[in-house]
């Protein structure tokens, strides 16, 4: 059964940054694949960064690019997102998720496991 809970959401000032964890269980060898994404109020979910845990193959939404980082600690199980230079457009609910199979995708219908989601707060 895999889980993943999101942790480091929180209030920071615009340009400030901040770095999301998230603590997994039950991911094997099929599901290598995680990414970050996030959901404003009255928004749908989008997509934020996206890596393949083996090869560290990385991809990001432009939104993001330069500053956003995703990575990860396979030996402790934990995906990380460090945000720097945050503006107030990146408010939202960030979740992180996985799915199976070799590819990154930014359509969150391919990622099956979802975590339960962390507030992230940039006041201009």
């Known amino acids: 059964q895999v889980q993943l809970l999101e942790s480091g959401g929180g209030l920071v000032q615009d340009g400030g940054s901040l770095t999301l964890s998230c603590t997994s269980s039950g991911l094997t060898d099929s599901t290598p694949v995680m990414g970050w994404f996030r959901q404003a109020p009255g928004k749908e979910r989008e997509f934020a960064a996206a890596i393949h845990r083996n090869s560290g193959r990385t991809d990001y939404a432009n939104s993001v690019k330069g500053r956003f980082t995703i990575s990860t600690d396979n030996a402790k199980n934990i995906l990380y997102l460090r945000m720097n230079n945050l503006k107030p457009d990146d408010t939202a609910v960030y979740y992180c998720?996985?799915?199976?199979?070799?590819?990154?995708?930014?359509?969150?219908?391919?990622?099956?496991?979802w975590g339960l989601g962390t507030q992230v707060t940039v006041s201009a």
């Open positions: 998720a996985a799915r199976a199979g070799q590819l990154l995708f930014s359509d969150p219908s391919r990622y099956t496991f």
